[in-house]
T-cell receptor, first 114, second 111 residues
Framework: ETGVTQSPTHLIKTRGQQVTLRCSSQ?????VSWYQQALGQGPQFIFQ???????GRGNFPPRFSGLQFPNYSSELNVNALELDDSALYLC?????????????FGPGTRLTVT | DAKTTQPPSMDCAEGRAANLPCNHS???????VYWYRQIHSQGPQYIIH???NNETNEMASLIITEDRKSSTLILPHATLRDTAVYYC????????????FGEGTQLTVNP
């Protein structure tokens, strides 16, 4: 148990809809990173939020957006869902943008787009 | 471009040592080797990391070759709970928290 929680655990959406996923970071952590993990693949970095601002982004289109709140929890929003967006979405929290060994992952949200 | 190469799967008997190889022939001088694992239905978990010296912690040992082009993660006494996908990641220390995962090695520990 890392202390990082994500909600919901699972959800099913229809192509074209919008979805919001939530992440609560571990106590004392001010940085949240989001990853997308397709079936059978390793996680792919989407973006990171540090002190409520985006601090680095991977190769994902603008319809993937996020927010970080003053309590350092975070949301991932995906607009105009596509079938390929079906994946496990993971968040990881850390202190002060963190380091490659200081990432505490949540259990993920399984998104299915039909 | 993939920075690391790992076998897709390995098996190990419970109680025996599990040795997971990783090839990182293009590693740069300022890049560390990190290992994470992902147990089914959980998020990845940090195991160990190193630059050029061998490292050991309560979970595992990391052996890095002298030329740093490959490394081996060793779980000295594998248990059924070690069944997971193991990821070898090469990152400069300054890359912060952005991790670049490959496809990893599925380790299955058999009773």
């Amino acid at each position: 148990e890392t202390g990082v929680t994500q909600s919901p655990t699972h959800l099913i959406k229809t192509r074209g809809q919008q979805v919001t996923l939530r992440c609560s970071s571990q106590s004392g952590h001010n940085t949240v990173s989001w990853y997308q993990q397709a079936l059978g693949q390793g996680p792919q970095f989407i973006f990171q939020y540090y002190r409520e601002e985006e601090n680095g982004r991977g190769n994902f289109p603008p319809r993937f957006s996020g927010l970080q709140f003053p309590n350092y929890s975070s949301e991932l929003n995906v607009n105009a869902l596509e079938l390929d967006d079906s994946a496990l979405y993971l968040c990881a929290s850390s202190r002060n943008r963190g380091s490659s060994y200081e990432q505490y992952f949540g259990p993920g949200t399984r998104l299915t787009v039909t | 471009d993939a920075k690391t190469t790992q076998p897709p799967s390995m098996d190990c008997a419970e109680g025996r040592a599990a040795n997971l190889p990783c090839n990182h022939s293009t590693i740069s001088g300022n890049e560390y080797v990190y290992w994470y694992r992902q147990i089914h239905s959980q998020g990845p978990q940090y195991i160990i990391h190193g630059l050029k010296n061998n490292e050991t912690n309560e979970m595992a040992s990391l052996i890095i070759t002298e030329d740093r082009k490959s490394s081996t993660l060793i779980l000295p006494h594998a248990t059924l709970r070690d069944t997971a996908v193991y990821y070898c990641i090469v990152n400069p220390e300054t890359s912060g928290s952005r991790l670049t995962f490959g496809e990893g090695t599925q380790l299955t520990v058999n009773p």
